[in-house]
């Protein structure tokens, strides 16, 4: 089990965050929540990172809101500072792993998704990334400037982060030469989640689940 602890943005800051650590020698994981908040599933999900060897930072990006109102949700959603939270947050949590010399990546579900393709074309320090069904504005983030290891995870069914946005996205980054490796599920948006039966598929999951972790693992160990 993991906890929460203070670190430090680039700013000079400091800001909270999950961690779970994978003990010394282990590579680090950035995991970026949902519009929910750094609730429970989020917590679960690193703890699950760490028992497969990767030490896992969940930035607190809400600075402690919840919500699991779908009108609030997308409230703090939209007062969020999508660059604020890449180039403070998102960095200092790199900054934080970064320190134990080992490699950084990334990964997000959702709302987080869409701050993992801005990690990946923003930040430097980090080694991999993988996106769980979120994709942002290209003016913010251009898919196409990725420029290491990048794996996504998109339902067919998702009327937020919708296949023809995932095509786009498959579209840019070819274009730029690169080889990112996308996996699409019939499913619903958010399928992961467990916590939230209407939409939560196990086998979809687990196979995604499953694939995240090898992957992580393959650009992460030294």
Known sequence: MGHM????RPDGG?????????????PGVILIQEWWGLNDHIK?????????????????LYRGRLTTDADEANHLMTGLDFGDATQQDLRGA????AQRGQPVGVTGFCMGGAL??????????ISAAVCF?????????????IRIPFQGHFATQDGWCT???????????????????????EADHAF????????????????????????????LHK
């Not at 602890?5 to 430090?8: L, Y």
């Not at 296949?163 to 599920?185: C, F, I, N, R, T």
């Open 14 to 26: 400091k800001t909270s965050g999950y961690l779970a650590d994978a003990g010394a020698g282990s």
């Open 44 to 60: 679960d999900l690193a703890d699950r990172l760490a028992a497969a060897g990767l030490t896992t930072l969940a930035p607190d």
């Open 192 to 219: 992961v989640n467990k916590t939230r039966p209407e939409v939560y598929n196990e086998a979809c999951a687990t196979l995604a689940w499953n694939r995240t972790v090898t992957f992580l693992q393959q650009y």
């Open 163 to 185: 296949p023809a946005a995932v095509a786009q996205l498959e579209s840019a980054m070819k274009a730029a030469g690169q080889s990112p490796d996308l996996h699409h599920y």
């Open 133 to 145: 069904y979120g994709i942002p504005p290209a003016e913010f983030a251009d898919p196409a400037q």
């Open 94 to 97: 790199v900054d934080f792993l």
């Open 116 to 125: 993992t393709v801005a990690a990946a074309v923003h930040l430097q320090g």
């Open 5 to 8: 602890i203070d670190f430090t």
